[in-house]
């Protein structure tokens, strides 16, 4: 059974950059897409981007001058940095494997920007 | 953002059918395929349909979809107490080049 698990700072300061880990088990992340998604405290899904197996990426346009996420196969893990965060970037991040649709997510980290 | 309309809210008694619109365009619905995720309060969310229609192992047979055109459907037959929560389309958008999701439906049984 693949297990996604998301880690990370829980608070962020303004304007600084927000990093964060998804290790998966149970699979390797050397197939199938890998997305980052977000979700506000009371709001919808917002798609961030994904990452193939080749290491290739694709953003959200919204967020793509700040986002960048990557692969380390030997750790069977993704990232995801999002820089220069602001409230607006207060969120529930989740980490998903894609296969056509999103069949696998993490439980979710809640990560706050504040000072 | 969301790029793709739905209800706010639909509810039902238990055993009732309910059903759950998405609308969307051209390049998002219109040429790809639709996956509905079911999120109950405090977790992730996890996959009801993927590829319009098609219902994941272990998914119970009263939820099916549908799509089209621009829309795409989801529908719960026989409700139950368990089915409250909040649902969300989702398709690839050839203009955004990303995904897009519904704003979301929450379900409420009565």
């Known amino acids: 059974q693949v297990q996604l698990q998301e880690s990370g700072p829980g608070l962020v300061k303004p304007s600084e950059t927000l990093s964060l880990m998804c290790t998966v088990s149970?699979?390797?992340?050397?197939?199938?897409?890998w997305s980052w998604i977000r979700q506000p405290p009371g709001k919808g899904l917002e798609w961030i981007g994904y990452?193939?197996?080749?290491?290739?990426?694709k953003y959200n346009p919204s967020l793509k001058s700040r986002v960048t996420i990557s692969l380390d196969t030997s750790k069977n893990q993704i990232s995801l940095k999002l820089n220069s965060v602001t409230a607006a970037d207060t969120a529930v991040y989740y980490c998903?494997?894609?296969?056509?649709?999103?069949?696998?997510w993490g439980q979710g980290t809640l990560a706050t920007v504040s000072s | 953002q969301s790029m793709e309309t739905q209800p706010p809210s639909a509810s039902g008694t238990p055993g009732q059918r309910v059903t759950i619109s998405c609308s969307g365009s051209?390049?998002?619905?219109?040429?790809?395929?639709v996956n509905w995720y079911q999120q109950l309060p405090g977790t992730a969310p996890k996959v009801v349909i993927h590829?319009?229609?098609q219902r994941p192992s272990g998914v119970p047979d009263r939820f099916s979809g549908s799509k089209s055109g621009t829309s795409a459907s989801l529908a719960i037959s026989g409700l139950q107490s368990e089915d409250e929560a909040d649902y969300f389309c989702?398709?690839?958008?050839?203009?955004?080049?990303?995904?897009?999701f519904g704003a979301g439906s929450k379900v409420t049984v009565l």
């Open positions: 989702a398709a690839w958008d050839d203009s955004l080049n990303g995904y897009v």
């Open positions: 051209s390049s998002n619905i219109g040429s790809n395929i």
């Open positions: 590829s319009n229609n």
């Open positions: 149970g699979g390797s992340v050397s197939s199938y897409y």
């Open positions: 990452i193939y197996h080749s290491g290739s990426t």
């Open positions: 998903a494997r894609d296969s056509g649709s999103f069949d696998y």
